[in-house]
């Protein structure tokens, strides 16, 4: 999955367990600039902003943080975060597959009715147990 520079920003305050102010004191950046990214009410990043993350963490990779490319540490080591992505993802899956297998059922109930010859436009829906 492709990430953009604020979501490895966002990533990298995760890692490290601080808020955003935490990191942007931690980092010596203006906290209100930082959220304007973080919430995207800005778009382009400051490079002044990559620089203080890579000075302050230099355990975090360039390539990474800059173009998404390779691993969040210098050494290779890969993230918690990315994992609970993950699980995220995962349940969202499940989330979303139990809801198809809803309307799938229902789209049976539906050609099963218009089969039988009913007039599926003109059924009642019934709200509450009443019509």
């Known amino acids: 999955m492709k990430t953009t520079v604020i ?6 305050s995760n890692e490290k367990e601080v808020s955003y102010r935490q990191f942007a004191l931690k ?38 943080l800059i173009m998404g490319q390779g691993t969040m540490y210098k050494n290779g080591t890969t993230t918690t975060v990315a994992i609970d992505n993950d699980g995220i993802l995962m349940k969202t899956i499940i989330d979303l597959s139990g809801q198809v297998a809803i309307l799938k059922e229902r789209v049976k109930q ?22």
């Open 110 to 131: 539906l050609e099963e009715q218009e089969t039988a010859g009913y007039n599926v436009a003109a059924t009642p829906i019934l709200k509450y147990g009443k019509q």
């Open 27 to 64: 980092i010596e950046f203006n906290y209100n600039t930082l959220n304007n990214y973080v919430i995207e009410k800005t778009k382009t990043i400051d490079l002044e902003l990559i620089i203080k993350i890579l000075t302050t963490y230099p355990d975090i990779s360039p390539e990474w």
């Open 7 to 12: 979501e490895r920003i966002k990533l990298i």
